[in-house]
C-alpha cells in the first residue's frame, strides 16, 4: 500500500497531525510510526514492578524493549509529564520564527479545544490578576522576569486518559504501527518516496513528517547530515530539579499554577524555571542511557506528594568550532550516573553552600523528604561546571524574595537534568524541507519545546499537506 503521508513519531506533533487528517479528510491513507508501545502498553518497569532504579541493558540503554517506555511510544514524552498546557506564544518553542504569532496562539487553542472535548479540565489558570502582578513586580526588584501564560493543567492521570480517548479514534481511521523503529527515508531525485525500516521493509507515501521528539534528535540529525539538509544548532539546557515543600511554594502554585521565571545571572548566563510540579514527584528519565531528573504531579491530591518540584535550567551556547552541544550535555549527565552508580545525585542546597556532600544521614535528618528514592546522596559540584552551578546558586538566591524560604538549607537538588535539542534544519514557513514532501516538526527538530507547540506543529503541518493533494 502506498500512504498519503506517513508520521514518524507518536508524540504531540505526531498525533496531532493524523488527527488533523482525519479530521480534514477521513479517505486519507496515513501511517503513525514509533518505537516505543501503544498506549495500552506503555509501562516504566520502575512503577510496574517496584524496582528501586530503571534496568540497563549490556549495551548501556534502556532494559525496555524495544525502547524507554517513558520517552518513546504513543503520546511522547509528553504522557507521562503532568500535562501542563500553555496557552501563550511567549514561551514553549519557535514556531514564531515561521508563522504569525497570531496564527500560532489560534494552533495552540485549536489544540487546547480538542484536549477539552476528550475530557481536559475545565479549569484554567488567570495570569492577570492583583496577586499575579505583585508577584512579577517583586521577581522583577531582584532581575526576574516572569513569563506569564494561562495553564491548563492536565494532571498525568488524566493526561494518559485523554491520549488513550485520541488513540481510540485514530484507530478507526489511521494506520498505526508500534515497536517498529525507522532506520532511514527513501528519497529520488530530491523528492522523498517512504521510508526503510530497521528490519528492511520499506513502505511507500510522497509525504513524509519526522516527529521524531528529543529522544530522536540524534537520528533526526543523521539523516539530514545524509540528504544535505543544512542545520543550525540550538542550545542545550543543563540544571537541576529542585524539590522543596508545598508551603513554602503556595503562593506561586495558588495563582500562578508554574511560575515561570528567566534570570541573567553575573556571568551572563540565562537561568529559567521549568516544569513546576505542585504536590508532586521527582521522576529519572533514560535518554538513551543517559539517566536524567524530571518531575511530574497528578491532578487528583490523592496521588500527591507534600513536595512541589520544578527545574532551573542554564542555557548554553557554544562558539566555533565546537559544534555538539548535546553531546556535551549528555557526558556532564553521565559523570553523575556515574558517580551514583547509575541513578541520579540528590543534594541538600545547605550542603552546596558549605561545599560537602551529602550524605544519607543528612538527607534523613532534612525537613524536605525526597519523593525519588532512588537518588543517592553526593556532590553536585563534582559534575556541574563551575559557571553552570553558580548560575543556579544566583537564581535560587533571586527566586527566594519572590518564594521566602526555597534557598533554605534543607532544599533538595537533583541532578543532572538536562533538556536536549536538535539542530534545526532548514526548512520553508511550511515545516518543509530541500527535499520535497519531507517535512519536520517537534521538539526534536529543534522548533518546539512543549505540549502547547508540539501540537500546533503536528496540526500545522497536515493542513499544508491536505491543501496540496
Not at 182 to 203: S, T
Not at 309 to 321: I, K
Amino acid at each position: 500500500m502506498k500512504y498519503d503521508c506517513i508520521i514518524v513519531g507518536a508524540g504531540p506533533a505526531g498525533a496531532f497531525c493524523a488527527y488533523e487528517f482525519m479530521q480534514k479528510n477521513k479517505d486519507l491513507k496515513i501511517l503513525l510510526i514509533d518505537k516505543g508501545h501503544d498506549i495500552y502498553n506503555r509501562k516504566c518497569p520502575v512503577n510496574e514492578h517496584k524496582i528501586d532504579k530503571c534496568p540497563i541493558n549490556k549495551l548501556g540503554i534502556s532494559g525496555c524493549n524495544p525502547a524507554c517506555s517513558i520517552t518513546n511510544g504513543f503520546g511522547g514524552a509528553g504522557a507521562f509529564s503532568d500535562g501542563k498546557f500553555n496557552i501563550t506564544t511567549e514561551f514553549g518553542g519557535w514556531l514564531t520564527d515561521y508563522l504569525d504569532d497570531r496564527l500560532v496562539l489560534d494552533l495552540i487553542k485549536y489544540v487546547d479545544s480538542i484536549n477539552l472535548k476528550y475530557g481536559a479540565t475545565e479549569e484554567i489558570t488567570n495570569p492577570t490578576t492583583d496577586k499575579i502582578r505583585d508577584i512579577e513586580r517583586r521577581g522583577l526588584a531582584v532581575g526576574l522576569k516572569l513569563l506569564r501564560s494561562q495553564v491548563r493543567h492536565l494532571g498525568t492521570e488524566k493526561n494518559l486518559e485523554i491520549l488513550t480517548k485520541i488513540y481510540e479514534d485514530l484507530a478507526k481511521q489511521v494506520d498505526m504501527r508500534f515497536k517498529t523503529e525507522v532506520a532511514d527515508i527513501l528519497v529520488k531525485d530530491n523528492k522523498v518516496y517512504g521510508v526503510l525500516l530497521r528490519n528492511g521493509e520499506e513502505i511507500y507515501a510522497d509525504n513524509v513528517f519526522l516527529a521524531v521528539g528529543r529522544d530522536g534528535s540524534t537520528w533526526l540529525e543523521s539523516i539530514c547530515k545524509k540528504n544535505n539538509i543544512h542545520m543550525t544548532h540550538n542550545q542545550v539546557d543543563i540544571g537541576v530539579r529542585v524539590e522543596t515543600n508545598d508551603v513554602i511554594m503556595e503562593e506561586i502554585n495558588k495563582n500562578l499554577y508554574e511560575g515561570k521565571f528567566l534570570f541573567r545571572t553575573s556571568v551572563g548566563t540565562i537561568v529559567r524555571t521549568f516544569c513546576s510540579n505542585p504536590s508532586g514527584h521527582v521522576v529519572v528519565e533514560n535518554h538513551s542511557g543517559t539517566m536524567l531528573a524530571n518531575g511530574h504531579a497528578y491532578a487528583s491530591k490523592s496521588l500527591g506528594s507534600n513536595n512541589t518540584n520544578f527545574a532551573l535550567l542554564v542555557s548554553h551556547r557554544f562558539s566555533e568550532p565546537f559544534d555538539l552541544p548535546n553531546e556535551y550535555a549528555h557526558q556532564v549527565s553521565k559523570l553523575a550516573n556515574e558517580l551514583s552508580c547509575g541513578s541520579i545525585i540528590v543534594q541538600r542546597y545547605g550542603d552546596i553552600c558549605k561545599g560537602r556532600r551529602s550524605t544519607q544521614k543528612r538527607i534523613d535528618e532534612g525537613f524536605v523528604k525526597p519523593s525519588l528514592k532512588e537518588a543517592v546522596p553526593g556532590d553536585l559540584g563534582l559534575v556541574l561546571p563551575y559557571n553552570t552551578m553558580k548560575s543556579i546558586i544566583e537564581m535560587i538566591e533571586a527566586l527566594d524574595h519572590v518564594t521566602p524560604g526555597i534557598a533554605n538549607e534543607h532544599t533538595l537538588f537533583y541532578g543532572v537534568e538536562a533538556k536536549f535539542y536538535s539542530a534545526r534544519p532548514e526548512i520553508k514557513n511550511n515545516f518543509e524541507t530541500k527535499i520535497e514532501g519531507l517535512y519536520v516538526g517537534g521538539d526534536g527538530a529543534g522548533l518546539t519545546r512543549g505540549l502547547a507547540q508540539a501540537g500546533a506543529n503536528g496540526v500545522y503541518v497536515a493542513r499544508c499537506i491536505v491543501d496540496k493533494l
